[in-house]
């Protein structure tokens, strides 16, 4: 192990770093997508942006567009992903690192083929909706930008 190895171990707590890519789907009235986490799954019954891990080798766009095609049945592509703000967050055992990106652009009709709901919100509505600790944070910037 090096040096910076050994700092970015220490300044972590030795915690697990997992990468997240997000999405704020943004419909035509400025409202954006919110899924519920399901039942069985960690923070089950909160409210998220979609998205999902990166699998080895994937950048955060492939990991969207594939995630969104699996969760929502939509098509997008990496030209209507516009990186946006991300989160850094400690949880028991790992630290997430979520890019969020901003998408406007689609093909298909948005389905919920994992969430028990999905809902279009305003962003001043988002934080009444119990989100994680990650996302969370997140809703101001949507709130001030669009």
Not at 34 to 42: D, L, M, N, S
Not at 89 to 116: K, Q
Request: proline share 8%; charged share 20%; hydrophobic share 45%.
């Amino acid at each position: 192990m090096n040096s910076a190895q050994s700092l970015a171990g220490a300044e972590s707590g030795g915690a697990t770093l997992l990468l997240v890519a997000a999405c704020a789907l943004v419909d035509a009235d400025g409202r954006v997508l919110v899924c519920q986490r399901p039942e069985g799954k960690a923070l089950a019954g909160l409210w998220e942006f979609p998205g999902g891990k990166l699998e080895p080798g994937e950048t955060p766009e492939a990991c969207l567009i594939r995630e969104l095609k699996e969760e929502l049945a939509i098509s997008v592509t990496a030209a209507c992903l516009a990186p946006f703000v991300f989160a850094s967050h400690g949880y028991d055992g790992f630290h997430l690192l979520m890019p969020l990106y901003l998408c406007r652009r689609w093909e298909g009709v948005v389905e919920a083929l994992e969430h028990p709901q999905i809902r279009w919100v305003r962003p001043s509505q988002m934080a009444e909706l119990p989100m994680p600790p990650a996302d969370a944070p997140l809703v101001a910037y949507l709130r001030d930008f669009l």
